[in-house]
């Protein structure tokens, strides 16, 4: 490609990258005077016409997207090189390296520049997706810094047209599997969620300098988006602000739902990430746990000198006692050791009896069934009170939920143990949502207290694209509240691709049924003088043999009227053609910048006006020739999607 010229406009000055599905060139855009990046797709792509048609449509989308952190796009185009086909876009020329380019080198990014990066490549997202245009492929390949430091998103509407066979056509594609979303792992509904999870795995590997899945193959790097948990950032380096690592757990949810709600919601959070406090969880146990008293300063000295004072104070009192009542006190030691010695011998039994209290520990009931936690308790001569009866989303019907002794207590014998019952969740009744947009179903079940579960795709010849055709479970079933709903998406009808057979030379109405008989429509039928051909056999079809289409697609034929009709000799004076039709070949070719061009040719003859040829032509179908018999002089304006182009005058031939 090098020193080609694409569209007498692009030079290729040299090859700049390469990816899994194109290469990329720098270029000089002579009608402007200023350099451009050109991204040429791969060979293998340029045979897929479903995927050339996507890519076009994705790209010219793209095109529209006009902000700061998004690459711009300038131009889609097809162009003949070398005898096959090149498609290419025309992009916004980066001096600058790409962030997985940033990481390499230094291995993993300060927090500071983690939040600054994230926050561009989030409001870039942001304004795609406001914009109704997912990435699909947000990895740090597809992610430019410049000279200044600011970031640029590329490729936005292109991976949407990649299917999910790219990821093994190259070793280069093996990149985009790091950073793939659960959903879009098994091949589920993707979506702007999506995206945000692909960020997410991006900060993860700013911030941590290393993705957080890796295996030997794209299959198995995959499965581990679907089935492991990603280990926490703070995991890997204890350094990693727990504010920052929250915002990156809650992007890389396996469940859409369980993420943001969208992009703005994580730009909020990136930009108040100084006022983001992750509190620890408290134990519920806390009251009950063993705590350190902090010890009360007492001077040694004070303490000798209350001991002194306490013993002069002692033997004062007892010279003081004995003086006045030594006979007192020989008397009662006599009648107190009389008493023992009599209770030892005469009350041993009824003193035992009466000093003697049955203690028992309570045990932990809460979470048994009310008859086995009652025959536990009463089982130790404790008595068992249910003193309430409540809804609990966290316990079955007839479980105990508390217990008003703490497990491990001890008490006496006959104690109550109060204890409440759970009557089983509050339940409610699932709302349909059939037929509803995924936005309007999550809005539905969030006010009756449920939420989404999987999302899947799934065609549907009578349910629109993007509406739900099914959920799980059904209407009106009673589920606890914040179960999940799994619904299936519809994409439309299913597409098939069928060949176009060879119709030409064929009678008309044998023509027809091979047509229908293929999955196709036939479409209009237009009459042409032939000299060759007999009458009523197909002369001409829209589409070339072979051709891949989409079942459905509309068929034009024309068809041989005949030999022309020649005027008898003498009607008209020698060399007199004005009633003679002749033929006017025309070399017509659709616009570059659309899917599908509306082409119609209208004849001006003998004061009449006619459409005589109305089709519309793809992109891909690039520059044909048709004829037309009119009279000569006769006058043909040319329109595509009704604007003028142009005329043409018959001429003798």
């Not at 176009?500 to 023509?511: D, G, Q």
């Amino acid at each position: 490609m090098i020193g080609k010229i694409l569209n007498n406009r692009y030079e290729i000055i040299e090859k700049i990258g390469e990816g899994g599905m194109a290469i990329v060139y720098k270029a000089k855009c002579h009608l402007l005077n200023r350099f451009v990046a050109i991204k040429v797709l791969r060979d293998e792509f340029t045979e897929d016409e479903q995927f050339i048609g996507k890519f076009r449509r994705e790209s010219q989308a793209a095109a529209s997207l006009s902000h700061p952190n998004i690459l711009n796009i300038y131009d889609v185009g097809t162009e003949e090189v070398d005898n096959k086909k090149v498609h290419y876009i025309v992009m916004e020329y980066i001096n600058g390296i790409t962030l997985k380019e940033v990481i390499r080198n230094k291995g993993k990014l300060p927090a500071d520049d983690v939040i600054r990066y994230s926050l561009q490549i989030a409001e870039a997202l942001d304004h795609a997706h406001k914009n109704h245009i997912v990435h699909r492929d947000i990895k740090p390949h597809n992610i430019m810094i410049t000279k200044d430091n600011r970031i640029k998103v590329t490729d936005f509407g292109i991976a949407r047209a990649v299917t999910s066979s790219t990821v093994t056509t190259t070793s280069n594609v093996l990149g985009s599997v790091h950073y793939f979303s659960p959903e879009q792992a098994r091949g589920g509904y993707t979506d702007e969620k999506s995206d945000i999870y692909s960020l997410g795995i991006v900060m993860y590997e700013m911030i941590t300098g290393k993705v957080p899945y890796d295996g030997e193959s794209p299959i198995t790097v995959a499965l581990k988006h679907i089935q492991e948990d990603i280990i926490p950032p703070s995991k890997l380096d204890i350094n990693i602000p727990s504010n920052l690592e929250n915002i990156i757990m809650k992007c890389v949810q396996k469940r859409q739902s369980d993420r943001y709600n969208n992009i703005s919601e994580l730009i909020s959070d990136l930009k108040n990430i100084k006022s983001i406090d992750i509190k620890p969880l408290i134990d519920d146990d806390m009251e009950s746990a063993t705590r350190i008293i902090p010890a009360i300063d007492i001077k040694e000295d004070d303490i000798m000198e209350s001991k002194s004072e306490r013993s002069k104070k002692n033997i004062n009192h007892k010279k003081k006692k004995s003086k006045k009542d030594g006979g007192g006190v020989v008397f009662l030691g006599i009648l107190l050791a009389f008493v023992l010695v009599t209770s030892l011998f005469l009350g041993y039994a009824k003193l035992k009896e009466f000093l003697s209290i049955d203690e028992v520990i309570v045990p932990n009931i809460v979470g048994m069934k009310e008859d086995e936690a009652r025959a536990k308790i009463e089982g130790l001569n404790l008595a068992f009170n249910v003193v309430d009866r409540v809804k609990n989303d966290e316990f079955e019907a007839g479980e105990v939920i508390h217990q008003s002794v703490e497990p491990n207590t001890t008490v006496k014998t006959g104690y109550p143990i109060n204890v409440t019952i759970s009557e089983g969740p509050d339940l409610v009744s699932v709302p349909p949502i059939l037929n509803k947009t995924l936005a309007e179903a999550e809005e539905i079940l969030k006010n009756s207290g449920l939420r989404i579960g999987t999302i899947d795709p799934g065609f549907s010849e009578t349910v629109p694209k993007g509406s739900i055709m099914e959920q799980k479970p059904e209407p009106f079933t009673e589920l606890a509240p914040g179960s999940r709903i799994n619904i299936v998406i519809s994409e439309g009808p299913e597409i098939v691709n069928v060949q176009m057979p060879n119709v030409v030379n064929k009678p008309i109405e044998e023509a027809k049924s091979m047509i229908i008989a293929a999955g196709l429509e036939v479409g209009d039928i237009t009459p042409q003088p032939s000299n060759n051909v007999p009458k009523e056999l197909v002369t001409w079809q829209s589409y070339e043999p072979g051709t891949t289409l989409e079942s459905g697609t509309s068929v034009d034929l024309y068809i041989s009227s005949g030999p022309e009709e020649i005027n008898e000799p003498g009607n008209n004076e020698p060399g007199d053609n004005s009633d003679v039709e002749v033929p006017t070949t025309f070399t017509l070719t659709p616009f570059p910048d659309k899917e599908d061009t509306e082409i119609k040719i209208i004849r001006v003859q003998d004061g009449e006006t006619k459409v005589v040829f109305h089709e519309t032509r793809k992109l891909s179908d690039g520059i044909f020739t048709i004829t037309l018999y009119g009279k000569v002089g006769a006058r043909y304006d040319i329109f595509f999607d009704d604007i003028f182009q142009g005329s043409q005058t018959s001429v003798a031939p």
